[in-house]
Nanobody, 125 residues
Framework: QVQLVESGGGLVQPGGSLRLSCATS????????MSWFRQAPGKGLEWIAL????????KYLEFVKDRFSISKDIATNTLFLQMDSLKLEDTAVYYC??????????????????RGQGTQVTVSA
C-alpha cells in the first residue's frame, strides 16, 4: 500500500525558509517521479515542482523556481522541498504526489497516482 506523509509545515514570516518532507513507503521510490503541489485558500490545486525517479532532473513552476528546490533521498525514501524567501502568496496546503513513470510531460503533471494528506504552510508577518 502506497503511503505519502508530508511534514515540516508551519508558520513563518515573509522572507523566511521551511523545508518540507514527504516520507514514502509501499513502492520502489527510485522508480517513480514525484511532485509537490499546493492549494491556497479558495483556489485550486497547483503543481509547483517535479523530480525524476533518480533525482537527477527537476522542473519548477516559474513563480517558485528561484526560491524552491525539490530533492529526494533514495536511501531513506524521502522527498523534500526546500522553500526560501517565502512570500505571503506561498501560504497553502502543500502535498507530495507520486507518478506511475520515471518522468512526466508538462501536459500530464496532474496525472499522479497517489497524493499525501498535506501539510499547512502559513506565511504571515
Amino acid at each position: 500500500q502506497v503511503q505519502l506523509v508530508e511534514s515540516g509545515g508551519g508558520l513563518v514570516q515573509p522572507g523566511g525558509s521551511l523545508r518540507l518532507s514527504c516520507a514514502t513507503s509501499g513502492f520502489t521510490f527510485s522508480r517513480h517521479a514525484m511532485s509537490w503541489f499546493r492549494q491556497a485558500p479558495g483556489k485550486g490545486l497547483e503543481w509547483i515542482a517535479l523530480i525524476d525517479n533518480r533525482g537527477g532532473r527537476t522542473k519548477y513552476l516559474e513563480f517558485v523556481k528561484d526560491r524552491f528546490s525539490i530533492s529526494k533521498d533514495i536511501a531513506t525514501n524521502t522527498l523534500f522541498l526546500q522553500m526560501d524567501s517565502l512570500k505571503l502568496e506561498d501560504t497553502a496546503v502543500y502535498y507530495c504526489a507520486k507518478y506511475r513513470g520515471s518522468w512526466v510531460l508538462n501536459e500530464r503533471l496532474n496525472e499522479y497516482t497517489e497524493r499525501g494528506q498535506g501539510t499547512q504552510v502559513t506565511v504571515s508577518a
